[in-house]
T-cell receptor, first 113, second 114 residues
Framework: AQSVTQLDSQVPVFEEAPVELRCNYS??????LFWYVQYPNQGLQLLLK??????LVESINGFEAEFNKSQTSFHLRKPSVHISDTAEYFC???????????FGTGTLLAVQP | EAGVTQFPSHSVIEKGQTVTLRCDPI?????LYWYRRVMGKEIKFLLHFVKESKQDESGMPNNRFLAERTGGTYSTLKVQPAELEDSGVYFC????????????FGQGTRLTVV
């Protein structure tokens, strides 16, 4: 069975500091990996995804994630965060015969001035 | 183009009552999903429609939950009778294709059973 682990439930960070949100997955088959973000009082939005090809994927707002097959990880990083990045971030896996997303428990990124 | 729309945004009901959640997917999206997040836990899959047919309902908690998708358009999720543990945020998502394509999510319905 597939699973996703987000070890950090909450990550406090100061504005303009770098941040890494960790995600590890478990799967016996090839997977597609996603990061979704939920801003306060909004729905889930796709931040970035890995389907195939380059293992480093980037979003339009400066986030990037690297697929590491040997470590079964898909950590999300940003070199300098803004107050507006405060949100909950969800890592998800989609693969095999299941046509559904398997989510982690989410990481709340709290950016402080 | 309108996104995925869910009604209501919030619902507070008493234990034993019935609640119906509605989801309007993006027009043309054959795939419609329901997910639920219980407070502090992961977002869990409930079921998947392809057009009006239930493709996978393995995540439905029990027979108090009934989902329908009329004519392959909007979907409803009824909880009858509601229990305290049904409280959570119910998300609907739709996608045009399957594997690896982006699923667009609604804002969710926050259900509180008291």
């Amino acid at each position: 069975a597939q699973s996703v682990t987000q070890l950090d439930s909450q990550v406090p960070v100061f504005e303009e500091a770098p941040v890494e949100l960790r995600c590890n997955y478990s799967s016996s088959v090839s997977v597609y990996l996603f990061w979704y973000v939920q801003y306060p009082n909004q729905g889930l939005q796709l931040l970035l995804k890995y389907l195939s090809g380059s293992t480093l994927v980037e979003s339009i707002n400066g986030f990037e994630a690297e697929f590491n097959k040997s470590q079964t990880s898909f950590h999300l990083r940003k070199p300098s965060v803004h107050i507006s990045d405060t949100a909950e971030y969800f890592c998800a896996v989609y693969g095999g015969a299941t046509n559904k997303l398997i989510f982690g428990t989410g990481t709340l990124l709290a950016v402080q001035p | 183009e309108a996104g995925v729309t869910q009604f209501p945004s919030h619902s507070v009901i008493e234990k034993g009552q019935t609640v119906t959640l509605r989801c309007d997917p993006i027009s043309g999206h054959d795939n419609l999903y329901w997910y639920r997040r219980v407070m502090g836990k992961e977002i869990k899959f409930l079921l998947h429609f392809v057009k009006e047919s239930k493709q996978d309902e393995s995540g439905m908690p029990n027979n108090r939950f009934l989902a329908e998708r009329t004519g392959g358009t909007y979907s409803t999720l009824k909880v009858q009778p509601a229990e305290l543990e049904d409280s959570g945020v119910y998300f609907c998502a739709s996608s045009q294709f399957l594997q690896g394509t982006e699923a667009f999510f609604g804002q969710g319905t926050r259900l509180t059973v008291v």
